[in-house]
């Protein structure tokens, strides 16, 4: 059986997103998340088996999700730290945690060019992401949380647990 790989995540939480089915086409998916079809379609044959897709309706199954962003995710995928760095605001010091939290001097961002705040840069999981979220506000809130939980102090972990279970429902 193939190993979830970081994509696999990125995809699962646009999928998780209540999208409609024109959303959900191999396409559509990575031309959200600046990936190609093949990759889109690889990642949701991994994720469906290791159970975080349904087969039959292929849909999230945001529970078993839910469970392995919470209790797995910084365990597989570790936060990595860059130093300093202009980029893209994350975990806490991104929506929807930034609300709950002082303004830091070097709050975690993704290294990019096209950033706007200068701080401690934290690899994200994917390649892609700081441009799908600068171009997706909801799916960036998203890629966020699960950051305050891979790299985040337990403040920061729990308050994102509680947002991702109010997003998924569970």
């Given amino acids: 059986m193939e190993m979830l790989k970081p994509q ?3 995809v699962l939480l646009h999928l ?3 999208l409609d089915d024109k959303e959900r086409t191999f396409p559509k ?3 959200a998340l600046g990936i190609s079809a093949s990759e889109a379609h690889a990642a949701v044959r991994r994720a469906t088996a290791s159970g975080l897709i349904d087969p039959a309706t292929r849909r999230v199954r945001k529970a078993a999700l839910l469970e392995f962003l919470i209790h797995g995710l910084r365990y597989v995928f570790p936060a990595e730290w860059r130093g300093l760095s202009r980029g893209v605001p994350t975990s806490f010091a991104a929506p929807p945690l930034s609300s709950h939290f002082a303004h830091a001097d070097l709050p975690p961002v ?3 060019a096209h950033g706007s705040v200068r701080g ?6 994917y390649p892609s992401v700081p441009d799908v979220a600068l171009r997706s506000p909801q799916l960036h809130e998203w890629l966020a949380l699960v950051d305050a939980i ?3 102090r337990a403040r920061e972990r729990h308050l994102a647990q509680t947002e991702l279970e109010r997003r ?3």
Avoid: K, T, Y
Avoid at 120 to 125: A, D, F, N, T
């Fill in 8 to 10: 696999d995540v990125v």
């Fill in 16 to 18: 998780a997103q209540n």
């Fill in 29 to 31: 998916i990575a031309a």
């Fill in 110 to 112: 993704w290294p990019h």
């Fill in 120 to 125: 401690e840069g934290l690899v994200p999981l």
């Fill in 150 to 152: 891979r790299a985040g």
């Fill in 168 to 170: 998924l429902g569970s």
